[in-house]
């Protein structure tokens, strides 16, 4: 985690906000979104670190000047490559200086002991067969605020995709675990993405899967 703290604000209430950033390509037109909801803390995944598709940008740091906030970063994956097939045709015969991908909690009040969850360590992406390769895994970034008086914890989650509905509560189960032991007794706010439809491996393996159940519920996906 890398934090930057400004004052702390001990307000009644706190605007929360969580967006999947897609790695930031446009960190200037993305803090006049966030800036737009009036949020105070978001959370956020999918942040570049030194990532030649987003121009070598810390965009969690971009992002936290740009909306006077403090941030913490968590690192998911280290990419080994450019990114998905699109990508590495766009930058070829680029490279990343660093190549870090992961979630962050931005905060305009002072964050608390901001901290590093690992919800899998599977690691099925480092051979490549998903697309993409990369070390490392699904992540919640953590944080304490006090509001109203009383300590409230937040964590910022990124899901696997490539997984099925067991396995994303097990992930879920974790986050819990972890928030019991970070923060025991307080109310916790949990946002981020958490790749939600009820689809399982085979069906993201291919569209004929999909179609099958699609079939049954056409809305299947849109309300999932």
Not at 26 to 37: G, I, K, M, N, V
Not at 40 to 59: I, N, P, V, W
Not at 138 to 146: G, Q, T
């Amino acid at each position: 985690a890398h934090p930057i703290a400004p004052e702390a604000d001990r307000g009644e209430a706190l605007r929360v906000v969580a967006w999947n950033a897609q790695s930031c390509r446009d960190p200037e037109a993305s803090a006049a979104l966030l800036r737009r909801t009036g949020g105070q803390l978001f959370l956020l995944s999918e942040l570049d670190q030194g990532m030649a598709r987003t121009q070598q940008r810390h965009t969690a740091r971009e992002l936290a000047r740009r909306l006077d906030c403090g941030y913490a970063f968590g690192v998911e994956f280290l990419e080994l490559g450019l990114g998905d097939a699109r990508e590495r045709a766009s930058h070829a015969g680029k490279e990343n200086v660093v190549g870090y991908h992961g979630a962050a909690i931005l905060s305009k009040r002072e964050l608390g002991e901001p901290s590093l969850v690992r919800l899998e360590r599977s690691g099925r992406w480092f051979d490549g067969e998903l697309g993409e390769r990369r070390v490392g895994g699904r992540v919640a970034v953590l944080c304490r605020l006090p509001i109203g008086g009383r300590e409230v914890a937040f964590a910022a989650v990124h899901f696997e995709s490539h997984s099925d509905p067991d396995e994303r509560a097990a992930q879920l189960e974790a986050v819990f675990t972890a928030i019991d032991a970070y923060a025991p007794g307080s109310p916790a706010l949990v946002g981020g993405d958490v790749d939600p439809p009820s689809r399982g491996r085979p069906e993201l393996a291919g569209r004929a899967h999909l179609a099958r159940p699609l079939e049954v519920d056409p809305r299947r996906v849109a309300e999932p």
